[in-house]
């Protein structure tokens, strides 16, 4: 399983950001992804989830209200809106899938990890 996700760069704080994350090699299309980030000097922390059919996404408190997950099904692709960006969203921001279909917040969850992508919010 491969996840490759894109979209980050620099922004200005009130602006907008759309994170896309690609999956491959799966053979089911009932599994959960996953958005994490890991801020400078932190630990990673849980941003977004969803599952591949049906159920409402899951956020962090952060996220909530300012960031949106979806998923289009048929590209195999899950996206991370971010809108009403902060400093604080700076971090590099990691896609993941489980084995199955849950969509946890934790990242032992996750047994799949892409490479992260950068995002620079400016004051």
């Known amino acids: 399983v491969q996840l490759q996700a894109s979209g980050g760069g620099v922004v200005q704080a009130g602006g907008s950001l759309r994170l896309s994350c690609v999956v491959s090699?799966?053979?089911?299309?009932?599994?959960?992804v996953g958005w994490f980030r890991q801020p400078p000097g932190k630990e990673r922390e849980f941003v977004s989830a969803?599952?591949?059919?049906?159920?409402?996404?899951y956020y962090a408190d952060s996220a909530k209200g300012r960031f949106t997950i979806s998923r289009d099904n048929a590209k195999n692709t899950v996206y991370l809106q971010m809108d009403s960006l902060k400093p604080e969203d700076t971090a590099v921001y990691y896609c993941?899938?489980?084995?199955?279909?849950?969509?946890?917040?934790?990242?032992?969850?996750?047994?799949?990890w892409g490479k992260g992508t950068l995002v620079t919010v400016s004051s």
């Open positions: 969803i599952t591949w059919r049906g159920g409402a996404p």
């Open positions: 090699g799966r053979t089911s299309s009932s599994y959960a």
């Open positions: 993941a899938a489980p084995e199955g279909g849950f969509a946890g917040t934790t990242p032992d969850v996750y047994s799949y």
